[in-house]
């Protein structure tokens, strides 16, 4: 599901990923929310967004640690 930019939520923490670095191309950050994760790119905080239900993401995360 894709959330329209709304600025940051001061209810949600994101958090950037460990793979992230400041100069790549490849800047992810995700925060938690009761049943949700949402997840955005770190370099456009404001543009759109993806939410997942907590069930997808770890479905998602399994299968990214299984084919990395």
């Known amino acids: 599901m894709t959330n ?3 600025g940051d939520s001061p209810v949600l ?3 950037k990923s460990s793979y992230s670095t400041n100069d790549g191309p490849a ?3 995700v925060a938690l929310a009761p049943g949700t994760v949402h997840v955005r790119d770190s370099k456009h905080t404001r543009g759109p967004r993806l ?3 907590a069930r ?3 479905a998602f995360v399994s299968y990214a640690a299984d084919h990395h």
């Open 56 to 58: 997808q993401w770890a």
């Open 13 to 15: 923490n994101w958090v």
């Open 4 to 6: 329209p930019p709304t």
């Open 51 to 53: 939410a997942f239900a």
């Open 27 to 29: 800047c992810v950050e």
